[in-house]
């Protein structure tokens, strides 16, 4: 959605589709670099005012760039010979809570969705956003289109949701990282779900989870082939997010690498090792609406524990102020200390169910390459370590390498 060319060709692309007989609803977002233009100009006038109504007016902003291709795309969907029509998010309605620039949805209504589709209609509706219980239009996060077509999709029961972005499906690790990384056929839904918690930014995180919850068929392609490449096969290439796995997957122990350079890690030192001090510490953050990842405590000496959490750069300011300006008072705590240079490395695969090593082999790899491990965190399909941030680039080529994902053959 960069340029008027490019609209036209997501309309002849969208026609495609209509013309072989589906039922299309298409979710855009923005054109490319509209809500960085608009934010940018909201920072400009108040740099450092960040309440509740900041927030209201900021959503009320950014919502504005959907608003304009969804427009531009039905229009040149009508250029096209196709019926078609758009909507805003609250026009839907798709309804949210009210936390504005992190809203989360709660319910759809489809009915006029539904009763354009059965007109032959293409439906276009603005993603990202919603409205809340009080009128006010809300935006879902960075990303949000991708959580709006799940969710749309989901309730309409779509027989398949198609992502279309600019690669061409889901990668081993990012190719710019390890050029040898390898496009998956397939991957399970439940790595999926693990490689957009843990940094891969091929698809947010909420809307895989919503294809999770309602079971939604799912397929990343790319937006850069040619439009009229034929459906059928357009509709067989990216990489399919399934719910099965089979044979052929559980023979890759680590499907991917994951990393995320947008993290910072806080230490809450000489709290108390009592019951409730972890509550009121991580109470007080998400109070703020600020999500935490890496979680780790350690051993008590002398009745004190140092207390250490990771968030995202983006809140890490606010973060350490609420810490060391309310928390660490109240608890007694000698000192809050933070670090924004850091980075989180994971690796995910369904195999690590059934075969033991894989951490070893991990910690192995990452010793060898001299990349000290601050953090660690794992689940039954993952493990991940934060470490310095300038070390990020040769940890993922590393255990890219030692789990043998720069073969050349294609992941089935």
Not at 111 to 132: H, K, S
Not at 359 to 372: C, K
């Amino acid at each position: 959605m960069g340029s008027a060319e490019r609209i036209r060709s997501v309309a002849k692309r969208v026609a495609k589709w209509a013309r072989a007989g589906h039922q299309v609803v298409v979710v855009p977002s923005a054109m490319s670099g509209e809500t960085n233009r608009l934010l940018g100009l909201a920072g400009e006038l108040a740099p450092a005012h960040i309440d509740k109504s900041y927030l209201r007016e900021q959503d009320m902003l950014a919502a504005t760039g959907e608003q304009a291709s969804s427009a531009l795309l039905a229009i040149a969907l009508q250029a096209e010979g196709m019926q078609a029509i758009s909507y805003t998010g609250w026009q839907v309605p798709v309804r949210t809570d009210s936390g504005y620039t992190k809203a989360r949805i709660e319910s759809i209504d489809t009915e006029r969705i539904q009763a354009d589709l059965n007109a032959g209609r293409v439906v276009v509706i603005t993603g990202f956003q919603g409205i809340d219980g009080q009128g006010h239009i809300t935006t879902l996060g960075r990303g949000g289109s991708d959580t709006s077509a799940l969710a749309i999709a989901a309730v309409l029961k779509a027989d398949e949701c198609l992502i279309f972005t600019d690669v061409d499906g889901v990668y081993t690790t990012d190719p710019r990282v390890v050029p040898a990384a390898r496009r998956l056929h397939s991957v399970s839904f439940e790595e999926m779900l693990e490689m957009a918690s843990l940094g891969s930014k091929v698809l947010q995180i909420r809307s895989v989870e919503f294809a999770g919850k309602y079971k939604v068929p799912m397929r990343v392609l790319s937006s850069m082939t040619p439009w009229d490449i034929d459906w059928a096969v357009e509709a067989s290439s990216g990489t399919l997010i399934t719910f099965e796995e089979d044979e052929k997957m559980e023979k890759a122990v680590v499907s991917g690498i994951a990393f995320n350079r947008g993290e910072a890690k806080i230490s809450v030192l000489g709290v108390p090792d009592t019951p409730g001090v972890a509550a009121t510490i991580l109470g007080a953050v998400a109070d703020a609406n600020i999500e935490v990842d890496v979680i780790i405590q350690n051993i008590s000496k002398e009745g004190k524990t140092d207390f250490s959490f990771t968030v995202g750069q983006a809140d890490y300011a606010q973060a350490l102020e609420l810490l060391r300006e309310k928390v660490a008072p109240s608890l007694g705590a000698s000192e809050v200390l933070g670090d924004p240079s850091i980075a989180k490395v994971s690796i995910v695969g369904i195999g690590m169910r059934s075969h033991v090593g894989v951490a070893s082999t991990m910690f192995r790899a990452l010793s060898q390459e001299g990349v000290n491990i601050q953090m660690i965190s794992t689940s039954e399909i993952k493990t991940s370590v934060v470490i310095n941030e300038k070390y990020l680039e040769l940890a993922v080529r590393a255990l890219h390498t030692a789990f043998g994902l720069d073969k050349t053959e294609q992941a089935a």
